[in-house]
């Protein structure tokens, strides 16, 4: 199976966007299909569950948003943690996240929001531990840097929790390129990655944090990815 890391995975989504003409809007809700169908597996074992999405501003939290409002229309127990700064948030993650406030204004505010900043006082983020599943969508494959302040003490906190833990594409905080772990990673138990593996799942320690890794098809045509 082809590994990639993320210029070549970019490279291979803007073809599919700007050449094909399929949206980001269209990967996104395909890659959210595709997760909530494996997470309904898990969640049938598990009746009356409280699932958790924790969800950066980019794309991969955009993933979370649209996986949020799947388990929203098949009766889950849904909340979603914010972290970041909505001014610098993916135009994908913008429209998904206009569509879960239409639905809260719509249902009585059935799929749980609530945000986290620096400024958010650490004890809110104990209720992480009355968590069934928790769906890690904070930081995607292209994260470099090393991580601090409030994602640190959050990525942590889920860390402590026994709640089953699955990660959008990869663990937040493994650098997809390399799998070198920056500062701090989630614990996954389970890891879907979207269309293709990523390079940094070859390092020998990576199951540590990606636990079980499941590739899904979002849609991207194999033609594609044998030509570029």
Excluded: W
Aim: net charge negative; hydrophobic share 40%; charged share 25%.
């Amino acid at each position: 199976m082809k590994y990639v890391d993320s210029k070549k995975m970019k490279e291979i989504d803007n073809y599919c966007i700007n050449q094909l003409g399929i949206s980001g809007m269209i990967l996104m809700e395909n890659a959210a299909i595709k997760i909530f169908n494996e997470v309904d597996e898990k969640l049938k074992e598990m009746p009356n569950s409280k699932v958790i999405i924790i969800s950066g501003v980019g794309n991969n939290g955009g993933d979370g948003l649209a996986l949020s409002r799947h388990l929203y229309l098949h009766n889950y127990n849904v909340e979603v943690f914010i972290v970041g700064n909505l001014k610098k948030a993916s135009n994908d993650f913008n429209e998904n996240f206009e569509i879960i406030k239409n639905i809260n204004k719509l249902d009585d505010n059935k799929i749980g929001i609530r945000f986290i900043n620096e400024d958010t006082d650490l004890n809110k983020l104990q209720s992480l531990i009355y968590a069934d599943v928790i769906i890690d969508g904070i930081f995607g494959t292209g994260l470099k840097r090393r991580i601090s302040g409030i994602f640190e003490s959050l990525i942590l906190e889920v860390n402590k929790c026994s709640a089953y833990t699955i990660a959008i594409d990869i663990p937040s905080g493994i650098n997809g390129d390399n799998g070198e772990v920056m500062g701090v990673a989630i614990k996954a138990d389970e890891t879907i990655t979207l269309q293709l593996p990523k390079v940094g799942f070859l390092k020998e320690y990576i199951s540590e944090y990606c636990g079980n890794i499941k590739v899904v098809d979002i849609g991207i045509p194999k033609k594609v990815i044998q030509i570029l």
